[in-house]
């Protein structure tokens, strides 16, 4: 299984950014997906969540900013960011609760390789 992150950048405050997060490989449930990110210095924090029912949660510092979205048919997670801020700057990276084998029931959580968005003043 991959996940496979894309979409981040540079911009100016105030500016947008979408995020995808595309899963693929043998895969053969999703549950949980979400994104993260780590500023310099700083431990990974939660951004967002989302449940295959489509229930979110958000970190403080990002609700009404940034809307998280799932396409369940295509295992893609998208993170829009909007009025973004210099704090946002960090590495975002995408995971995914998947089960990845018909020998068993069990779910694990996989990673994307991380997406560095960078926000300038």
């Known amino acids: 299984v991959q996940l496979q992150a894309s979409g981040g950048g540079w911009v100016q405050a105030g500016g947008s950014l979408r995020l995808s997060c595309a899963a693929s490989g043998r895969i053969y449930g999703v549950t949980a997906m979400g994104w993260y990110r780590q500023a310099p210095g700083k431990q990974r924090e939660l951004v967002a969540s989302i449940t295959r029912a489509d229930t979110t949660n958000y970190g403080d510092s990002v609700k009404g900013r940034f809307t998280i979205s799932r396409d369940n048919a295509e295992n893609t997670v998208f993170l829009q960011m909007d009025s973004l801020k210099p704090e946002d700057t960090a590495v975002y990276y995408c995971?995914?609760?998947?089960?990845?084998?018909?020998?068993?029931?069990?779910?694990?959580?996989?990673w994307g390789q991380g997406t560095r968005v960078t926000v300038s003043s």
């Open positions: 995971n995914a609760n998947i089960r990845s084998s018909l020998m068993t029931p069990s779910y694990n959580i996989f």
